[in-house]
């Protein structure tokens, strides 16, 4: 089955600076790749997705990229406010409605 | 309903007890999934449903585990003589339909404490 591999486990940054979170995934049939947002205590929740026709998808501040040959993707988070922090958790799937394997999670602080 | 819905919110058990956790899905969503989350990881897949059937059971972790939606929306996961390894959150979504993966949305988890 499908592994998924997020790193880091934890990442701090001051308001204002960019943050990245990398994931690995094991089957080359995945092809739905979202990212989830959990603060303490809430829902996980989307905050984007990106499938694999494509390199690049972006919202606003937030950016992911795919690179289907190395298998891993990314997300990336510009000018973050200290409302980003939060668990970020990635996930792949294929689209024939299996299910979603998530990393282990990313910490994210943004200090003021 | 205007989101996942699931009750309980906290429960807690002693070792050995039966427990029954319910989700109520987003109206006219055909896909159900429960996920089951320990502190600090990710969620971890159990099983899920399109419409009344089991799609995919294969992340329910022994017999002691069982889910139902007899009717097609609302969804009980069931757990026979609770160990204290399950304790952790219960999380439901559900999606439109399995067939398009798009986004899932999540219940706020019914947290599971076995003493």
């Known amino acids: 089955g499908e592994n998924v591999e997020q790193h880091p486990s934890t990442l701090s940054v001051q308001e204002g600076d960019s943050a990245v979170i990398k994931c690995t995934y094991s089957?080359?049939?995945?092809?739905?790749f979202p990212w989830y947002k959990q603060e303490l205590g809430k829902r996980p929740q989307l905050i984007i997705d990106i499938r694999s026709n494509v390199g690049e998808k972006k919202d606003q501040r937030i950016a992911v990229t795919l690179n289907k040959t190395a298998k891993h993707f990314s997300l990336h988070i510009t000018e973050t406010q200290p409302e980003d922090s939060a668990v970020y958790f990635c996930?792949?799937?294929?689209?024939?409605?299996?299910?979603?394997?998530f990393g282990e999670g990313t910490q994210l602080t943004v200090n003021p | 309903g205007a989101g996942v819905s699931q009750t309980p919110s906290n429960k807690v058990t002693e070792k050995g007890k039966y427990v029954e956790l319910r989700c109520d899905p987003i109206?006219?969503?055909?896909?159900l999934y429960w996920y089951r989350q320990s502190l600090g990881q990710g969620p971890e897949f159990l099983i899920y449903?399109?419409?009344?059937?089991?799609?995919?059971d294969s992340g329910l972790p022994n017999d002691r585990f069982f889910a139902v939606r007899p009717e097609g929306s609302v969804s009980t996961l069931k757990i026979q003589r609770t160990e204290r390894g399950d304790s952790a959150v219960y999380l439901c979504?559900?999606?439109?339909?399995?067939?398009?993966?798009?986004?899932?949305?999540f219940g706020e988890g019914s947290r599971l404490t076995v003493l």
């Open positions: 109206s006219g969503h055909t896909a």
């Open positions: 449903f399109q419409g009344t059937g089991a799609a995919d």
């Open positions: 089957d080359s049939a995945s092809n739905y």
């Open positions: 996930a792949a799937t294929k689209t024939s409605g299996s299910r979603l394997t």
């Open positions: 979504a559900s999606s439109l339909n399995a067939a398009d993966t798009g986004e899932l949305f």
